[in-house]
């Protein structure tokens, strides 16, 4: 079945240490998009590419950074992790425009 | 600006019962759509019914219906016969037309169901 696959599903990380989170996709979707979602609140768009188009949200910090080296694949990239980052991150992905949208299952992401 | 509002942080429905979660939004463009999404403590973010701004019909997905009020701009879920299964993180979403935002999805705050059985 087509699907956004996220890799892993549970991560650990320690405090400063470099982490990438990953996304794939087998719909052939122009746009890729990663939340960040912190407990009990709202997912927050962090970035998202159309094709290699990117687009990052204003209040995204500099820690954050994102590839996507072909159609299939987006990685999400935080370069030191803190505390504050401990959150699950949603990839989705969407041909753009009035087009709907296929979410991942989400990489909860812990840093110790 | 795109905001979208739900006022409701918890909700408690009984089983077999119908309960409507509110949502209002706000935003200037004349085309966008309306979506919800059901979010259980698993994570994952579940596709439940979507509703355009130049849709004349309520939208309906088996046991969910949207109620589109277009003049009070709001897009309330109705869920009937509620299951346990249910029990989950309710969010209402935004994503305006148009521009160069690609289509992205602007969230409620959400709203926590509980069905009792």
Redesign the interface.
């Known amino acids: 079945d087509a699907m956004v696959i996220q890799n892993p599903r549970y991560q650990v990380t320690q405090f400063g240490k470099p982490v990438t989170l990953s996304c794939s996709q087998t719909l052939n979707h ?2 890729m ?1 990663w939340y960040q979602q912190k407990s ?6 962090l970035f ?1 590419y ?1 094709d290699k188009d990117f ?1 990052n949200e204003a209040d995204t910090p500099d820690n954050f950074q994102s590839r996507r080296p072909n159609t299939s694949f987006c990685f999400l990239d935080i370069r030191s992790p803190g505390l504050g980052d401990a959150a ?1 991150y ?1 990839c ?1 992905t ?1 041909r ?6 296929t ?4 990489t ?1 992401l812990t840093v110790v | 600006a795109q905001k979208i509002t739900q006022t409701q942080p918890g909700m408690f429905v009984q089983e077999k019962e119908a309960v409507t979660l509110d949502c209002t939004y706000d935003t200037s463009d004349p085309s966008y759509g309306l979506f919800w999404y059901k979010q259980p403590s698993s994570g994952e973010m579940i596709f439940l019914i979507y509703q355009g701004s130049y849709d004349q019909q309520n939208a309906t997905e088996g046991r969910y219906s949207l109620n589109f009020q277009k003049a009070r701009k709001s897009a309330n879920l109705v869920i009937s016969a509620s299951q346990l299964g249910d029990s989950a993180m309710y969010f209402c979403a935004m994503r305006v037309v148009g521009g160069t935002s690609y289509g992205k999805l602007t969230f409620g705050q959400g709203t926590i169901l509980t069905v009792h059985p």
Do not use: I, T
């Open positions: 122009n746009v998009y009990s609140q709202a997912p927050k768009l998202h159309y687009n699950m949603l989705a969407s753009g425009g009035a087009d709907g949208y979410f991942g299952s989400g909860r």
